[in-house]
């Protein structure tokens, strides 16, 4: 049933690849657009809501 947006999807990321700029991976940390996130403390306060322990 969603294997055409599966074609689709694998379309758009093989066509705009060519496009896709590489960067080191130094470079790219020190990079002023590049922002560390965390979501593991995210991600453990919300187990409670999908989990059914009690």
């Not at 294997?3 to 590489?22: F, H, K, M």
């Amino acid at each position: 049933m969603t294997a055409w947006i599966e074609v689709a999807a694998n379309g758009l990321l093989e066509s705009e690849l060519n496009r896709a700029l590489r960067v080191a991976v130094v470079k790219a940390l020190h990079a002023t657009t590049t922002n560390p996130q965390v979501f593991l403390n995210a991600y453990v306060s919300d187990l409670g809501n999908v989990s059914t322990w009690t």
